[in-house]
């Protein structure tokens, strides 16, 4: 169950030809997956910045 | 635990028969589309909430759940979509299962949009919820088409009740993916939340004490 499915780095790539499909998928989901916890941790320390100028003394 | 049960399935998982290694979508596609249908049906729950018993927080929690769910549907379609290439001969097909997926994702964007229309926000709150729970019905739907119509897409490999059809060495790392994704999302649901509910209550006094 865990050897490996490939021979080499160039099999993994390539996948028998499908590796395209493959790895484009999941490069794509893991850039949205990653953008969206800094899209969402930039959103909080905006909002605690903005919160902290507003009850900042004047 | 999600990169555990992703490269189990992509470097160590067998080749599949039929399909050969095209199948390793299914480590992000089946988890995707389980979570885009949960993701709404929490919304669901939590629209019930904030009309029958005005709760804020479910509120909240729905405008916060949204755009996770848009995202991991989007995922899903698109996952879907590349994997109906080598395995169909096409990317896209109206079929009941593709297309009610579809519908779920125009009916996050959908929430979305409705609530970004109004500068009363406890009103646009309201028209969220109702439309969530008209949503739902979709839910179902989604999940029963391969049974009500003959479609293109094949029919569930595993199930809650009734086993998997699908061999352990496959089977073990897309349970891992699943639950990895599920606690990645619940990871970055806290985070948007957090951030929307720090917006939305920014003149408590509450808030200014926590910040």
């Known amino acids: 169950m865990f050897d490996l499915a490939f021979n080499d780095l160039n099999e993994i790539l390539a996948m028998d030809g499908h590796g395209v499909y493959v790895w484009s998928v999941y490069s794509i989901a893991i850039s949205i997956i990653v953008a969206s916890f800094l899209i969402a941790k930039n959103r909080i320390r905006g909002v605690k910045r903005k919160i902290k100028i507003k009850n900042a003394p004047s | ?211």
């Open chain 2, 1 to 211: 635990m999600l990169i555990v049960g992703w490269i189990w399935g992509l470097l160590f998982a067998p080749q599949d028969a039929v399909q050969g290694n095209s199948y390793r979508i299914i480590f992000l596609h089946v988890p995707a589309v389980i979570y885009a249908e949960l993701i709404y049906f929490f919304m669901a729950l939590c629209a019930l909430m904030h009309l029958v018993w005005r709760v804020k927080l479910a509120a909240y929690l729905i405008k916060s759940a949204a755009p996770i769910g848009a995202m991991i549907t989007f995922i899903g379609l698109f996952s879907g979509s590349v994997w109906g290439i080598p395995t169909w001969g096409t990317w896209w097909q109206w079929d009941a299962r593709i297309t009610s997926t579809l519908i779920l994702f125009i009916m996050y964007l959908g929430i979305l949009t409705l609530h970004g229309s109004f500068s009363n926000l406890e009103k646009s709150d309201r028209l969220m919820s109702i439309l969530v729970v008209i949503g739902v019905v979709n839910i179902p739907i989604i999940k029963k088409s391969v049974d009500w119509w003959s479609t293109l897409h094949q029919p569930a490999s595993i199930s809650v009740s009734g086993g998997s059809s699908i061999d352990p060495s496959m089977l073990y790392p897309l349970l891992i993916s699943i639950i990895g994704l599920g606690f990645t999302l619940i990871s970055l649901g806290i985070l948007s939340s957090r951030s929307y509910i720090l917006g939305r209550e920014k003149n408590k006094k509450w808030v200014s004490e926590y910040v």
